[in-house]
């Protein structure tokens, strides 16, 4: 199971759709508070990745990165953002996350970092 963090309704259905036909199932959520109360209200939910966008209003992808540590979750995290700034990729992986995209990214690559990152995780 993945999660899809991310404000753009057609970013989060089209990683559902790539997500089903590699056979994950996936949940989308349309800002990173909504995921927040989500994993508070859900604690024994498991992810076996979440994809994260960095910026979104409210909670952006690095602050829910930070309330998912303190929460004591360490899904794996692929984050994906239109901004490729080397101070928030610098971070971001500095914090733990797997892989770092920028929108526009291709299909393959999406896909490459999801089997890669739930392979890890010994569900492939």
Known sequence: MIAIVDDDESVCHAIKRLARSLGMEADTFASGQEFIDFIEAMPA???????LDVQMPGLNGLDVQARLKR???????????AHDEANLRERALAAGAVAFLRKPFTAELLIMTL??????????
């Open 45 to 51: 939910q498991r992810f076996d990745c979440v994809i």
């Open 115 to 124: 089997r890669a990152t739930v392979k890890l995780r010994g569900h492939a």
């Open 71 to 81: 929460l004591g979750n360490r899904f794996p995290i692929i984050f994906i953002t």
